[in-house]
């Protein structure tokens, strides 16, 4: 494995050449497609060299023909390599046209132009329009496109650019073409095209200011029905962004693609927007209302990337928290409106909880704006995204609504139609309100998550209670030492009844109206100290997980269990639910390590007991206490992780509380049997999602009917929510009914392959004995394809990260199975490649057995002379890990 050179933020450069306008002609053709670029460009004022030589990125490109200002260039004038074309001599202001050859079907790695079932499809970000020609490949180079499409009519009757469709008409010999003109400035990895056989969903949306805008969802003729939610959550979104934000849509044409072969969930291209399908395609009896809550969510992310992203876009790479994690923070705010807001904090929680703060903790930390990196593909991580969202969250804490809301405007007033940086954004906000946010930076700046350490004292006497923070993070690679965070911290103080009481701080003069108070925490160690607190409280710590941190307190299984009961932030009585079943957990894990016996500890038996039987919560809210911290998680709050200890003991807790709480789990599940299968209202969902995590309890137990009732939904449900969910209960048993479900399950479901990645999932993350040999041959099974990233992701990534219990195994076979996996599918498309290589790169987390043969594996696959980037990056830095790492 060879060591590439790591790019640097502090390397930054102006380019030295812009792009004023780029003019692109097409002639399609899977084999090998031609591609015309003219380049109106002129020297860079505010570019430090002022060099003649233009360089421009280029890769896979058969280069044909260079004019400079109508001047053919012969081989004199200028060099080729595998990543750049050089010419020497250029004026201060020119043309140049060139002429390449690139091939489509031959593009495994899904960047750049390629073909996805027959269509012609693109994924420019970051860097995969320099295999489409030769170009400043680069989010500061910006340019107005004109884009000229030419096709066979019948193979190819759709052609799509970005903008709007300005002419379209026949040519000669079957041939015809379509010309798109976008009106706005952008960077390269924001153009798109599409070409094929589609069939178009239309509808209309009339904006706050009275201008219609035309929406078309794209997708295969026999999918087309499938396009309803999709429309439905796109004309949501836009109105939700008018009236959040006041951002409209600026283009009368605003067009969606499914796409069956993309590396990424979806792109946000100005005014054609490229999705996965599982992100857009969905019918009550295909997917699930998790599938329906998932589009909803990823239609509303890449729309507001028209404003945070495309009409203010990034300067370099490491600004892409500038508009990945804001527009994280939009699409969950509008998810929550369009949901529970409760339900959607637990949900985004879970993901910064669990694998964030597992990649905070791993060879591969880094800062919300990375500081360096080899491969930009690399760095679309939880990072950058998830806890970018939170620090952005953050910032609207501590601003209020409104002035955030102002900071916003204030953005787009300065920035529209530029690239630039985490600083122009924090600037604007820190303008728009007057609050100094210097410290604050260090979130963008810091790699990590911060350890908050919380004593409490309450003065009976004087009537005073005491919370002192004392914060710390963890050192991470590159940054031995950290300054202190500014965390804001919200609370609320229970009294012996539950109730929130009225918050005054020492110096403050009044309480204040609202029972809990946001708390700035700025120093290492600091106390706030509240008055007149007539009686010792519980404090509800980190309301509605105010910052991305680890909260520490002293609290007992009884304070745990009295917030769990009680607590009127619901996310914080999710939180202490979780938190005892994660002490009871641990305690069993070691138990189990110690060959002690294992008894029960009824408390949590109880606060879920009180849960489901407290008829002013939301079912939906109810179903999220009943799921216990999974095992990846488990695995993360101990010194060594132990995989089988942790499965044990989970399925252990599990069983005992299904034997417990067996006649509530009954009457719930009989509660909540009456649902509408084709509604995915919250009340619906809620209602389905309570039955079916009773009926996973319930299926623990003893009895057979409880077995049969499972087989009987998974075959005679009519919404796939439900047909998964017993299917999922089967796929761990070793029954007749598993095999025969399984079996039909596939025979109905064949033809659609979104319905088979779930197939293929529950198979994967079954905790049966044989479980690694039916994903061995699952690799084999006609439903499978190493080369689609969603067949992968669906078999290979749920087995090597949703299954640790097998993945882990003493024998190591599964670290071998994945370096296999990775080796192979490295060969043809890095990117997915790279993202399989998460598990291994943890490989100190285990025991001394463990490690080695991880760490063997890691070896292995850094002895492949022609790794990529992609992998070389992640294997490398996960070698050279220190201790203090994990």
């Not at 990945?324 to 985004?348: C, K, N, Y």
Request: hydrophobic residues 35%; proline residues 5%.
């Amino acid at each position: 494995m060879k060591k590439n050179k790591a790019l640097r933020l502090e390397d930054y450069r102006p380019a030295s050449y812009l792009v004023d306008s780029v003019d692109l002609r097409f002639e399609l053709d899977p084999a090998a497609t031609l591609v015309r670029a003219t380049l109106a460009m002129r020297r860079n004022p505010e570019a430090d060299a002022k060099e003649d030589q233009l360089i421009l990125n280029g890769k896979h490109l058969d280069l044909r023909s260079i004019r400079l200002d109508e001047r053919e260039l012969d081989t004199d004038h200028f060099q080729v390599d595998d990543e750049h074309l050089v010419i020497e001599g250029v004026p201060q202001a020119f043309t140049l046209e060139t002429e390449v050859i690139i091939h489509p079907e031959k593009n495994t790695a899904l960047e750049g132009l390629y073909l996805s079932g027959g269509n012609f499809c693109t994924q420019c970000e970051p860097e995969g329009f320099r295999r489409i020609t030769y170009f400043p490949d680069r989010p500061d180079v910006m340019a107005t496109y004109r884009v000229t499409l030419v096709a066979q009519r019948e193979q190819f009757p759709v052609l799509l650019s970005n903008g709007n469709l300005v002419a379209h008409g026949d040519l000669d010999a079957g041939r015809h073409f379509a010309e798109w003109e976008d009106p706005f400035r952008k960077p390269s990895y924001l153009f798109a095209l599409v070409g094929g056989k589609l069939s178009c969903l239309e509808d209309s949306y009339t904006t706050a200011s009275g201008r219609s805008i035309t929406l078309q969802v794209y997708a295969d003729a026999r999918h087309l029905g499938q396009c309803a939610h999709a429309m439905k959550s796109l004309k949501q979104a836009m109105r939700w962004d008018e009236q959040r934000f006041g951002l409209e849509c600026d283009l009368n044409q605003y067009m969606i693609v499914a796409a069956d072969d993309f590396n990424m969930g979806a792109m946000e291209n100005k005014g054609l927007n490229i999705f996965n399908s599982k992100y857009v395609l969905a019918a009550s009896e295909t997917a699930t209302d998790a599938d329906f809550q998932n589009i909803t969510s990823v239609i509303g992310h890449e729309y507001f990337h028209n404003w945070t992203g495309n009409r203010v876009t990034c300067r370099d790479w490491f600004q892409l928290s500038l508009k990945e994690g804001l527009t994280v923070f939009r699409d969950q705010e509008f998810s929550a409106d369009m949901t529970a807001r409760p339900i959607q904090r637990i949900s985004d929680a879970r993901i910064i909880r669990g694998p964030q703060f597992a990649e905070d903790a791993g060879p591969m930390a880094h800062p919300v704006r990375p500081r360096s990196y080899v491969e930009i593909n690399n760095f679309y991580t939880l990072t950058v995204y998830n806890k970018g969202a939170e620090v952005s969250r953050m910032i609207h804490t501590l601003l209020g609504e409104k002035a955030f809301r102002g900071g916003m405007d204030l953005y787009f007033q300065r920035h529209d139609g530029q690239a630039v940086t985490t600083e122009d954004f924090v600037r604007a906000m820190e303008d728009a309100s007057g609050i100094d946010l210097s410290q604050f930076r260090l979130w963008y700046e810091q790699a990590g998550t911060p350890e908050v350490q919380v004593e409490r004292h309450y003065d009976a006497e004087q009537k005073r209670y005491c919370l002192t923070f004392t914060q710390s993070c963890p050192p991470t690679p590159g940054q031995p030492r950290k300054e202190p965070f500014h965390i804001p911290i919200a609370v609320g103080l229970l009294d012996r009844k539950g109730r929130s009481m009225h918050l005054q701080l020492e110096g403050e003069s009044r309480a204040k109206e609202t029972r809990d108070r946001v708390l700035s925490l700025t120093r290492t160690r600091q106390t706030f100290e509240f008055v007149d607190v007539k009686q010792e409280p519980v404090p509800s710590l980190l309301r509605g997980f105010s910052a991305p941190v680890k909260m520490k307190c002293d609290y007992a299984d009884e304070e745990l269990a009295f917030l769990a009961g009680h607590d009127e932030d619901e996310f914080n009585r999710w939180d202490a639910g979780q938190q005892l079943a994660v002490r009871i957990l641990l305690r069993l894990v070691d138990d189990l390590r110690e060959g002690r016996p294992l008894h029960a500890d009824n408390r949590l038996s109880d606060a879920l007991r009180d849960t489901l039987e407290n008829p002013h919560l939301d079912r939906a809210f109810k179903a999220q206490c009943l799921i216990l911290p999974d095992e990846n998680y488990l695995a993360d709050q101990m010194d060594v992780a132990d995989p089988s200890a942790i499965h044990h003991a989970r399925q252990w807790l599990r069983e005992h509380l299904a034997a417990d709480l067996r006649k509530t789990f009954l009457n719930t599940w009989q509660d909540n049997l009456e649902a509408d299968p084709k509604q995915v209202d919250a009340a619906t969902v809620g209602r389905r999602s309570l039955k079916n995590a009773c009926l996973s309890y319930l299926s623990l137990l003893d009895e057979e009917i409880f077995i049969e009732l499972c087989a009987n939904q998974a075959q005679l449900a009519h919404n796939m929510t439900d047909v998964l969910a017993a299917l999922g209960i089967l796929t761990h048993r070793d029954s007749p009914q598993r095999e025969e479900q399984i079996a039909a399950f596939y025979r109905q479901w064949k033809s659609e392959p979104l319905v088979i990645d779930k197939w293929l999932s529950l198979q994967a993350q079954s905790s049966l004995p044989q479980t690694p040999e039916i994903v061995e041959s699952l690799l084999q099974h006609e439903a499978f394809n190493i080369k689609n990233p969603n067949r992968v992701r669906a078999l290979i990534g749920a087995f090597c990260q949703g299954n640790p219990y097998h993945f882990h195994a003493e024998d190591g076979r599964g670290y071998a199975f994945l370096a296999d996996r990775i080796l192979e599918i490295d060969s043809f498309n890095p990117q997915v490649a790279a993202r399989l290589t998460t598990p291994l790169g943890r490989w100190r987390r285990y025991d001394p057995k463990r490690q080695q043969m991880m760490k063997a594996q890691l070896e292995r696959i850094a002895a492949r002379e022609d790794l990529s980037r992609d992998v070389g990056e992640i294997v490398e830095k996960s070698l050279a890990s220190s201790e203090s790492d994990s």
